[in-house]
């Protein structure tokens, strides 16, 4: 009888996965300083969460942001910037080259000048949306 027994050529296999903790750490700080006037809806180690106020406009809840680690990177979500071309428009090239789609920025690492440019387009999104009484 032949062993048609599989062997794992995953080449990930048995390796840890990256520590994103400090680029996590200094995401969830851009954050952390919209917590007081948005819901905490996840704090954990390798997620955070915030949502804004609910909207009649869509009957639901509106996400505002998150940071969540993921296997091969840290990722942003900011939801103003999906939905505002003024916002996209202020998306400097440094956090270009980070985007993933219309709403997503991926980090293994990040810059101070990316931190900064992140922290101002979050801060416009979150003014625009409180004009919009959404926070």
């Known amino acids: 009888m032949v062993n048609k027994t ?19 750490d200094k995401l969830r700080a851009i954050l952390k300083k919209h917590e007081p006037k948005l819901t905490l809806k996840l704090d954990k180690p390798d997620n955070y969460s915030l949502d804004a106020a609910y909207s009649e406009k869509w009957k639901k809840v509106l996400f505002f ?26 998306i400097t090239d440094g956090l270009k080259k980070r985007m993933q789609g219309k709403a997503c920025f991926n980090f293994t690492t990040i810059e101070p000048s990316q931190i900064r440019d992140l922290a101002q387009l979050t801060r416009k999104g979150f003014d625009k949306w409180k004009k919009l009484g959404w926070i």
Do not use: C, H, W
């Open 6 to 24: 599989k062997t794992s050529t995953n080449k990930t296999a048995g390796r840890k996965p990256a520590d994103f903790s400090e680029t996590f």
């Open 65 to 90: 942001a998150s940071v969540q680690v993921r296997k091969n990177y840290v990722s942003y979500y900011l939801m103003p910037i999906y939905m505002d071309v003024e916002l996209q428009a202020a």
